[in-house]
């Protein structure tokens, strides 16, 4: 296990919430866990590839995105420290990836083997089945995060798509001034939206006193009606 990430930061992650460190320990000592490092713009996963581990970011950032044969590439997630993807692939063998997963910073992620997931394996029944729990309420989460890209790209305008990413965030922040995840050419892929056109849209919201912003820092001022 990498020497930058500790046993104590593991338990702490979702994944292992409601467990002791002595239990966290304990089931990692029989799952043949992994902590890999990745460099800036290493895929940490290729679309295609088997999905073999359950995965935490640990450090720095990670996108999932779904890329075309010509090499444009969609945003559908953004993943930081804390956490998990590849959760939708348990139970499923052999599964095969259909995003890539690119770091955007340097970057450390746990790996717990799928098949290594198993009551057999770990043992403590009651370990195993707050693990579950957690995992099925991590599940949930994704499920939710995508149903959130899905309303955004329902939108029927560029404006529409915009006003609707900025609400969402504006709601999980709780404020109506936030700073975003993504700068202008990665927003417009998340968007799956032209980098100039929706650039001229958000001058236009600005202008007409619907929004203000400041790099990545909005304000939302009105309803976009």
Not at 182 to 195: I, K, Q, V
Request: include cysteine; glycine fraction near 4%.
């Amino acid at each position: 296990m990498a020497l930058r990430v500790t046993t104590e930061q593991i338990a702490q992650t979702d994944l292992f919430k409601g467990l002791s460190l002595d239990a966290v320990k304990e089931m990692l000592s029989h799952t043949g866990v992994m902590v890999k490092h990745f460099h800036r713009n290493d895929y940490v996963y290729l679309a295609g590839d088997v999905m073999d581990n359950l995965c935490v970011v640990m450090t720095g950032k990670i996108q999932a995105v779904k890329e075309d044969i010509w090499g444009e590439k969609s945003i559908v997630n953004k993943l930081e420290a804390g956490d998990t993807f590849a959760e939708n692939h348990f139970g499923c063998k052999d599964a095969h990836s259909q995003l890539s997963y690119l770091a955007v910073q340097d970057c450390d992620v746990f790996m717990l083997p799928f098949s290594r997931m198993t009551i057999k394996v770990i043992q403590n029944v009651d370990t195993y089945t707050k693990f579950l729990s957690n995992l099925v309420t991590i599940i949930a989460h994704s499920n939710a995060q995508l149903m959130d890209k899905v309303d955004v790209l329902g939108k029927r305008t560029l404006r529409g798509k915009i006003m609707a990413y900025l609400e969402q965030e504006a709601e999980k922040k709780h404020s109506k001034t936030f700073e975003i995840p993504f700068n202008r050419t990665d927003l417009a892929n998340y968007l799956d939206a032209d980098r100039s056109a929706m650039t001229r849209e958000l001058c236009r919201m600005r202008d007409e006193g619907i929004i203000k912003f400041e790099k990545n820092v909005f304000v939302i001022l009105q309803p976009c009606g």
